[in-house]
């Protein structure tokens, strides 16, 4: 079963809009972490943050925030002035810690692409 | 630059060819991982070393052999691959494996194609 989901494949946006992306997990841990990275056309995904089951402090981080929401197991992201360069696709991800063989183990979402145009 | 490098980039090889890939860290990270990327499907892991050891092999085909020298190379050792087998191969490290508590970097990848 899927354990995160990203239920938008593509969003287009104008420069400058901001962009909310979704994503919802299920896990029957009490200790988990929550990831979300990003892939631009070159391939390589880049880290972007790590939340813990245990802390509930929405983040911001320049243009990006992070919306994490327990009660409705999600872990939204905003690009806020969205740029040409933000274009990627975004995976959000999760780690459960006491699920057996889940060591370090990333459960990944499809995926969303953010296309950004000037 | 996130420390985690691969070679090649790009390779395209015949279905009887055998060919490796490479993936070195320079984070002195004690985990590392093998991932593929295909088009439309989530990222599938494929293989986990530890401290060279192996930890997690998941039900890869045993035309794809991983071979980990020391805590800083990884390799994917390919032979008489499928056309299906054509995707992105991902590298990955991490400081250590504690469920969650460490992030982990990715390579550039390879774009593996079999013709």
């Known amino acids: 079963a899927q354990k995160v989901t990203q239920a938008q494949t593509e969003i287009s946006v104008v420069e400058k809009e901001d962009v909310t992306l979704d994503c919802v997990y299920e896990?029957?841990?009490?200790?988990?972490?929550l990831f979300w990275y990003k892939q631009p056309p070159s391939g390589e995904l880049v880290f972007l943050i790590r939340?813990?089951?245990?802390?509930?402090q929405n983040e911001i981080s320049g243009r990006y925030s992070w919306n994490f929401q327990k009660s409705t197991s999600s872990f939204n992201f905003t690009i806020t002035a969205s740029q040409v360069v933000d274009s990627a696709v975004y995976f959000c991800?999760?780690?459960?810690?006491?699920?057996?063989?889940?060591?370090?183990?990333?459960?990944f979402g499809a995926g969303t692409q953010v296309v950004v145009t000037p | 630059e996130t420390g985690v490098t691969q070679t090649p980039r790009h390779l395209v090889m015949g279905m009887t060819n055998k060919k490796s890939l490479k993936c070195e860290q320079h984070?002195?990270?004690?985990?590392m991982y093998w991932y593929k990327q295909s088009a439309k499907k989530p990222l599938e892991l494929m293989f986990v070393?530890?401290?060279?050891?192996?930890?997690e092999n998941n039900s890869v085909p045993s035309r794809f052999s991983p071979e980990c020298p020391n805590s800083s190379h990884l390799f994917l050792h390919l032979h008489t691959l499928q056309p299906e087998d054509s995707a992105l191969y991902l590298c990955?490290?991490?400081?250590?494996?504690?469920?969650?508590?460490?992030?982990?970097?990715f390579g550039p990848g390879t774009r593996l194609t079999v013709t």
């Open positions: 990955a490290s991490s400081q250590d494996l504690l469920a969650g508590a460490y992030e982990q970097y």
């Open positions: 896990t029957r841990d009490t200790t988990y972490y």
């Open positions: 939340r813990n089951s245990f802390d509930e």
């Open positions: 991800a999760l780690s459960e810690a006491q699920t057996t063989d889940s060591w370090g183990k990333l459960q």
């Open positions: 984070l002195g990270h004690n985990a």
């Open positions: 070393y530890s401290l060279e050891e192996r930890v």
